[in-house]
């Protein structure tokens, strides 16, 4: 599966909102994108998915997905917006078919590996908002593309819920290349394979978790935190 390699900038009108941002997402390697609010991680993703057209090169292989048309990019990327309430009374098993659009991908399987299967007759505008996160998973993974973008995958969940999206991702990073936007810096810190720090729109600093240091945490949020380390894990606490 080929490497996903970003170089773009993006302003909205005059103001320049990602700046020169270049990174490379591969199959294998979670990739969390984190930063403070509007550094700019919801644009990047929406830039990437084909919400917004930045200038740059996005290549999947030798595609640029710059350019490609609505249903040929949605083949190759899909995308999990941040949770918003959802605005149509479709039923969880037509929500998740509006993911197989370009592709015809499996609702069924999709519908399974969030948990939903059994909720597939409920309205989604009657789940919880963790629910209608994990129905928003599944109409992506419907998608069946070889890329995902999740924005804020985890906000909306109970700590049980999140572990079981955080597994889903360690496991599908195996078969996709998966970019997600996180806020819970315990998460990216604990299970992403690489983090990209942005700040005002520009790369900030990249690497491992292993490797990221409280000054770059500082520089990046202004704020000093208590970092904890037991049982292999980091606790990051404000
Ligand atoms: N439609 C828009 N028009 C003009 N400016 C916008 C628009 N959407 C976002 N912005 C600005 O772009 C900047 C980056 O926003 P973005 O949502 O990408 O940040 P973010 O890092 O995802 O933030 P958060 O963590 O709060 O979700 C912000 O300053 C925001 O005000």
Redesign the pocket.
Known sequence: MPDLNVHISFS?GK?K?LDNVSFTAKKGKLLAII??????????LKCIAGILRPEGEIKYGDINLIGLRPKERAKIVSYVP?SSFPEFAFTVEEFVELGTYASGGDVEEALRSVGLLEKKNELITNLSGGEYQLALIARALAQGSDVMLLDEPTSHLDINHAKEVVDLLLKLKEEKVIVA?L?DLNIALNYADEILV?KY?RVLWRGTPEDISEKVIWESYNVVPKVIRANGMKAVIP
Not at 35 to 43: D, Q, R
């Open positions: 909205y103001r909102i930063g403070p609010n509007g550094s700019g991680k919801s644009t990047l941040q936007v806020h942005l729109g």
